[in-house]
């Protein structure tokens, strides 16, 4: 079983800059790819960035590339989302996904994921 904890988040002005991170625990060997999604009011959840545990290949979201840059810490079993540029689309609550899917798009029901608690972003105009 695995645990997620995340942290960063809040609000920051157009332009500006905030870094998500999430922590791993437990049984971290079988996980394939961690990564973030967001979900903004009224719109369904969509995947913002993702990486590969193992080698570290890293795959964004359209929105976000350029912007958004995914690393991980494999010694913490902790990825950093650092959020430059955010624009007020960028708002949303922003969830990391951690398990054997390593798609942008919602994994499906049979997929081994966890999620952890959702933390909301906010950029305003």
């Known amino acids: 079983q695995v645990h997620l904890e995340s942290s960063g988040g809040g609000s920051v002005q157009a332009g500006g800059s905030l870094r998500l991170s999430c922590a791993a625990s437990?049984?971290?060997?079988?996980?394939?790819?961690m990564g973030w999604f967001r979900q903004a009011p009224g719109k369904e959840r969509e995947g913002v960035a993702r990486?590969?545990?193992?080698?570290?290949?890293?795959r964004y979201a359209d929105s976000v590339y350029g912007r958004f840059t995914l690393t991980q810490d494999n010694a913490k079993n902790t990825v950093y989302l650092q959020m430059n540029n955010l624009k007020p689309e960028d708002t949303a609550v922003y969830y990391c996904?951690?398990?054997?899917?390593?798609?942008?798009?919602?994994?499906?029901?049979?997929?081994?994921?966890?999620w952890g608690r959702g933390t909301q972003v906010t950029v305003s105009s």
């Open positions: 996904m951690a398990g054997r899917w390593c798609g942008l798009d919602l994994p499906p029901p049979t997929a081994t994921v966890t």
């Open positions: 437990g049984s971290t060997y079988s996980l394939t790819c």
């Open positions: 990486i590969y545990t193992g080698g570290g290949n890293t």
